[in-house]
T-cell receptor, first 113, second 119 residues
C-alpha cells in the first residue's frame, strides 16, 4: 500500500510565525499535489510538483518535491489567520495505472491573530 | 467554468432510507471520483470513472453503495439502505489528464461536498 504520511497532524501558531508541513512516503510518485480545505468546503488545489527537487512558490507558500520524488514539504512564511485550514498532500504512485491519487491524512493549521 | 457541482449540500435522513447524491463534473473532464471524508478516516476514495466507465470501485464499503455515470456530465452515488455509520461528507471530484512542466499531472478539482447525516 502506497501511503503518504503527513506531519504534524495539528499545528497552532501565532500570526507572523513560519511553519513547515511534511509529506513522506516510501513510494515514488509521478506527481504530487497540495490542497487546502476550509470548513464546509471541498479541497482546493494549491500546487502540483512533478520533477524531483522542484521548488514552487505561491506568495508566502513554498512547496518542494524531494529529489527521489518520495516526499514533499510545504513552508509558510509569516502565517496569517487566512492560512487556517486543513492541508492535504496527494500523489499519484509511479506504478499506478489511471488517474487515482493517494491522499495524506492532512495537517490542521490554526493561525491565531 | 462553474466548477464541480454537487447536490444536495446537506441531507438528513433516517436509517433505512435511500439516499442519492448527485454530481456534475467540470465540462471536458474525463475522470470523475467519489470520496467520503470523516474525522476518523480522512478522505477515502470510493469509486472512480473514466469516460463514464467505472474503473476502480474497491473503495465502495459494501453492496449498499452504488454509483452510476450515465453520461459525461452527471453521476450519482446511491446508498440503500442508509445507516448511521454512513454519516460523512461526500465529495465528487473531476480531473483531466494534463501536463505540468512537460510531464503528466493528475490534478483533481473538488465539489463543495454533501454533508450526509443518517439518524
Amino acid at each position: 500500500t502506497q501511503l503518504l504520511e503527513q506531519s504534524p497532524q495539528f499545528l497552532s501558531i501565532q500570526e507572523g510565525e513560519n511553519l513547515t508541513v511534511y509529506c513522506n512516503s516510501s513510494s515514488v510518485f509521478s506527481s504530487l499535489q497540495w490542497y487546502r480545505q476550509e470548513p464546509g468546503e471541498g479541497p482546493v488545489l494549491l500546487v502540483t510538483v512533478v520533477t524531483g527537487g522542484e521548488v514552487k512558490k505561491l506568495k508566502r507558500l513554498t512547496f518542494q518535491f524531494g529529489d527521489a520524488r518520495k516526499d514533499s514539504s510545504l513552508h509558510i512564511t509569516a502565517a496569517q489567520p487566512g492560512d487556517t485550514g486543513l492541508y492535504l498532500c496527494a500523489g499519484r504512485p509511479r506504478m499506478e495505472y489511471g488517474n487515482k491519487l493517494v491522499f495524506g491524512a492532512g495537517t490542521i493549521l490554526r493561525v491565531k491573530s | 467554468d462553474a466548477g464541480v457541482i454537487q447536490s444536495p449540500r446537506h441531507e438528513v435522513t433516517e436509517m433505512g432510507q435511500e439516499v442519492t447524491l448527485r454530481c456534475k463534473p467540470i465540462s471536458g473532464h474525463d475522470y470523475l471520483f467519489w470520496y467520503r471524508q470523516t474525522m476518523m478516516r480522512g478522505l477515502e476514495l470510493l469509486i472512480y470513472f473514466n469516460n463514464n466507465v467505472p474503473i476502480d470501485d474497491s473503495g465502495m464499503p459494501e453492496d449498499r453503495f452504488s454509483a452510476k455515470m450515465p453520461n459525461a456530465s452527471f453521476s450519482t452515488l446511491k446508498i440503500q439502505p442508509s445507516e448511521p455509520r454512513d454519516s460523512a461528507v461526500y465529495f465528487c471530484a473531476s480531473s483531466q489528464l494534463g501536463l505540468a512542466g512537460g510531464k503528466s499531472s493528475y490534478e483533481q478539482y473538488f465539489g463543495p461536498g454533501t454533508r450526509l447525516t443518517v439518524t
